[in-house]
């Protein structure tokens, strides 16, 4: 595929969706799968979209989640800092 100067990639669309706007777009996408309204064509398209926008997802839950801090409290009861967030 060629692509145009200023044209942006379905990829490119798809980094610049929010988490929120992401999901909403994937829950769209599983309801016409679901369906069974698409075509076959347009089932595969939709299929990759759709494995783009999970992935697009997860990338956005795991920043998150490595920005999340957890406090920490000393023997005292009083809060001594924040830690990184370690999920093991």
């Known amino acids: 595929l060629v692509q145009e100067e200023g044209m942006t990639t379905k ?4 980094a610049a969706l929010s988490f ?3 999901l909403e777009k994937l829950e769209q996408i599983v309801h016409r ?3 069974g309204e698409a075509s076959l064509e347009d089932s595969i398209d939709l299929y990759t ?7 697009h997802c997860e990338a956005k839950l795991k920043d998150a989640q490595a920005r999340i ?5 000393g ?7 924040a830690a990184p967030f370690d999920a093991d």
């Open 75 to 81: 023997a005292d009861g009083a809060p001594k800092g």
């Open 20 to 22: 929120e706007a992401a």
């Open 11 to 14: 990829a490119e669309q798809i």
């Open 33 to 35: 799968l679901e369906s």
């Open 49 to 55: 979209e759709g494995t783009l926008l999970k992935q």
């Open 69 to 73: 801090e957890k406090l920490q409290i």
